[in-house]
């Protein structure tokens, strides 16, 4: 007999969390689209080589991989969506308009779970502007998943945004962008690699973090602080925001710019996006900018619930009434016998002479 179990990361949606993360969903990647970014539904597995070969830094290692039955050729199944937008961008829609602008939304797989995050199966959202990685590229990513989040109800959104190609832009590698990786200032001060520890420092909020930026100088630098200010104006006080320059964790595949968005009594980032690289066949490089969400930790902290309404009609209700208020976007609950209770049933209004009336 089943015990139930199921493996280490993964997990049953139950009511009322499914219904939320199909709304969230819902509401999220209709935001995207009003923006101009068309969907397209990848599948939920492929050829290994394809989906690793599709991005820059991508890792087999990283995949959960079987051995397909039919092809007899190694299957991956997609531990991100981002890989699978630029194979559909590189091949399907290579000859589409640029900047080409494509939506998505479905599940993914980790191969391993982190502490913070001990969920493997995950519901991921998002954009990718494939054609460009330019400062407007940025602002208008930057803009629509801010308003992604916002439709959701997430309030207090900050966005901590970072460099991951700077360190290597100075010349700094080995065992400097370790030390780096790790904030080991002693670290650095050891091996005599003092020039790198202002970048450390210049982390926090965005103004102070200028400040010191443009107190290092530098051409490399500079160009980056031209454009980091135009991200600033571009978002006013929309949100909070701050820099950490020397931040690479995560961004492996990022190339001048990335960011992580975060939200108001969430534990951990709620999405993360940036610039990057999609290799084409034959090699070629294109640009792209584009953003992931993940709905778990917004489900997790009650999102999508909270403004739903269940209406309880009674045995032999109005059932025109009921259906008018499935038109107006309620939830009805129509009882079967007289012992049905709308209480234990979820309801918050019942139908009383075809109105809805508060428990």
């Excluded at 294109?286 to 309880?312: H, I, K, N, Q």
Aim: hydrophobic fraction near 45%.
């Amino acid at each position: 007999m089943s015990s139930g179990l199921l493996p280490e990361g993964l997990r049953d949606r139950l009511p009322p969390q499914a219904e939320a993360a199909s709304r969230l969903m819902h509401r999220i990647v209709v935001a995207i689209g009003r923006h101009g970014y068309a969907r397209v539904q990848p599948p939920l597995a492929e050829f290994e080589d394809e989906l690793v070969g599709r991005l820059k830094s991508a890792r087999a290692q990283d995949l959960l991989r079987f051995v397909d039955p039919v092809s007899q050729r190694t299957l991956a199944l997609r531990p991100d969506l981002t890989g699978q937008i630029g194979r559909i961008a590189a091949t399907r829609l290579a000859n589409a308009a640029r900047p080409l602008r494509l939506a998505y939304g479905g599940p993914v797989l980790k191969l391993r779970a982190t502490q913070l995050r001990p969920e493997r199966e995950m519901m991921q959202a998002g954009a990718e502007l494939i054609g460009s990685d330019s400062v407007a590229a940025v602002i208008e990513v930057l803009r629509v998943a801010i308003e992604a989040l916002e439709v959701t109800g997430l309030a207090h959104i900050s966005i901590d945004l970072t460099l991951p190609d700077l360190i290597e832009t100075l010349g700094g590698g080995g065992e400097i962008a370790a030390l780096l990786d790790a904030k080991d200032a002693g670290g650095l001060a050891a091996i005599g690699a003092h020039d790198y520890l202002p970048y450390i420092a210049a982390a926090g909020p965005i103004g102070p973090a200028l400040d010191a930026l443009r107190a290092i100088g530098g051409k490399a630098v500079a160009s980056r602080i031209d454009a980091l200010e135009c991200i600033r104006t571009a978002l006013g006080d929309r949100v909070a925001l701050t820099l950490d320059p020397t931040e690479r964790h995560g961004f492996e595949y990022q190339s001048w710019i990335g960011f992580s968005l975060f939200g108001g009594g969430l534990n951990g980032e709620v999405g993360r996006g940036g610039s990057y690289t999609i290799v084409h066949p034959g090699g070629r490089e294109e640009p792209a900018t584009g953003f992931s969400l993940y709905l778990d930790p917004l489900v997790d902290a009650g999102l999508g619930t909270r403004d739903v309404r269940r209406a309880f009609v009674p045995l032999n209700g109005d059932t025109e009434a009921a259906a008018e208020l499935r038109v107006q976007g309620w939830i009805t609950i129509a009882a079967l016998t007289e012992a049905d209770d709308a209480h234990a049933l979820g309801c918050t209004h019942r139908l009383e002479g075809g109105e809805a009336v508060a428990l």
